[in-house]
């Protein structure tokens, strides 16, 4: 079991979740904007939410500023976190632009929302990143279906399923307590919606 909580943990990485988000999206409303826009938004979501963030960390656990590149220590999220936050913020104002799907701005918005909060909790909570991306992506996954998009019911029971695998994963690992577990989905779901019913 312990293998299958590994597995979960690495392929439902928090990092991906930005992307994939994006992608549903893109793909759900790629007939509102030309082909040449989808690629240029995909090179920037990918570079902003992954390649950035992960080449920040990477720079920063060389030069010794943080003891572990998979950020164990609650310390060492610190300055990763921030910089992640500040990487979906000013990649969330360059998707602003693309008038003809807002969900694309909120979307990344409320991601920075949900990484700010996780480092200002830093000093009581480590909240699991993994259960509070999963959490953000599956908010989506449901606006677009309860706005008429066309992922089924059954897709998205699916979606909920892993999402409650991801937790149990952290939980099995002894990566998180249940209260940091419950803290990421609270902190992935809630933001989206805020940031739903503002814009």
Avoid: C
Wanted: charged content about 10%; glycine content about 8%.
């Amino acid at each position: 079991m312990r293998i299958v909580a590994h597995v979960i943990s690495y392929v439902i990485h928090p990092s991906l979740m930005p992307f994939l988000g994006i992608l549903a999206l893109l793909q759900t409303y790629h007939y509102t904007f030309p082909e040449a826009l989808y690629y240029r938004i995909i090179i920037l979501v990918v570079s902003g939410t992954y390649l950035l963030p992960l080449l920040a960390t990477t720079i920063i656990y060389k030069i010794g500023y943080i003891s572990s590149i998979k950020m164990v220590k609650s310390e060492d999220r610190k300055t990763p976190f921030l910089l992640t936050a500040i990487f979906f913020y000013f990649t969330a104002q360059i998707l602003k632009s693309v008038e003809a799907i807002p969900l694309l701005y909120i979307y990344l918005m409320a991601a920075s929302v949900t990484v700010f909060i996780q480092l200002t909790a830093l000093g009581k909570y480590k909240i699991s990143a993994h259960t509070a991306g999963i959490a953000g992506l599956m908010t989506l996954l449901t606006i677009m279906h309860l706005q008429g998009g066309n992922l089924s019911i059954h897709w998205l029971g699916g979606g909920y399923l892993i999402m409650g695998l991801v937790g149990w994963s952290r939980l099995f690992l002894q990566a998180h307590t249940q209260t940091e577990v419950f803290l990421g989905y609270l902190s992935g779901m809630v933001p989206l919606v805020i940031f739903v019913f503002i814009f």
